[in-house]
């Protein structure tokens, strides 16, 4: 269907060690998009993945589209404090006018 | 300017009022968007705007009503609402449909 599964749903890390989120579909993905909410905050974006096997990287952040375009993770080495917040894959659709449906999303707290 | 500004940042309405929710943005984005985020939920989409055209309504229920009056501005008119719909209204915009988001920081909606 429309949902790209999103797990954990829930993660609990000492800070200094390593996160990773996953999402997953049943169906090919044109691209996934990731956001990061802090807590009382809004949604920003972090990185869009468009091509099969695709591996990014933002300082501690690796983010990897399958070979399949079918699933994506999002990895976060040594975390720190300041990535608390929940981490959200979003996929687009765009035979239904381009909408943009979020995965349930990845609360991270990590404890100093 | 890379901002979308919502307004107001809080509302509190009883179940007979009348509000209307704001957003703008001037970064020359031509698809708007309307979600609405429940705590501890990933945003859920209420409606699109494409060029200034009401492009997706989600299911949405009539006493949410959505206004584009311009280009920069988009509009979420309330009326009539129920307790349930106390949420997080976030407005964001892209590019064009499909494209990575820019959320604003939303109006916290009760209603009593």
């Known amino acids: 269907g429309q949902q790209v599964m999103q797990i954990p749903q829930y993660q609990h890390v000492q800070e200094g060690e390593d996160f990773t989120t996953y999402c997953n579909s049943s169906?090919?993905?044109?691209?996934i998009q990731w956001y990061k909410q802090r807590p009382g905050g809004h949604p920003v974006f972090l990185i869009q993945?468009?091509?099969?096997?695709e591996v990014k990287k933002q300082k501690r952040l690796t983010f990897q589209f399958g070979e399949a375009k079918k699933n994506s993770s999002l990895h976060i080495t040594a975390t720190q404090t300041t990535d608390v917040g929940t981490y959200f894959c979003g996929r687009p659709f765009y035979n239904q006018g381009g909408k943009l449906i979020f995965g349930q999303g990845t609360e991270l707290s990590v404890k100093p | 300017d890379t901002e979308v500004t919502q307004t107001p940042k809080h509302l509190v309405m009883g179940m007979t009022n009348k509000k209307s929710l704001k957003c703008e943005q001037h970064?020359?984005?031509?698809?708007m968007y309307w979600y609405k985020q429940k705590a501890k939920k990933p945003p859920e989409l209420m409606f699109v705007y494409s060029y200034e055209k009401l492009s997706i309504n989600e299911s949405v229920p009539s006493r949410f009503s959505p206004e584009c009056p311009n280009s920069s501005l988009l509009n979420l008119h309330l009326h009539a609402l129920q307790p349930e719909d106390s949420a997080l209204y976030l407005c964001a915009s892209s590019h064009s449909r499909g494209e990575k988001l820019f959320f604003g920081s939303g109006t916290q909606l009760s209603v009593l």
């Open positions: 970064m020359g984005h031509r698809a």
């Open positions: 993945l468009v091509k099969s096997g």
């Open positions: 169906t090919t993905l044109s691209n």
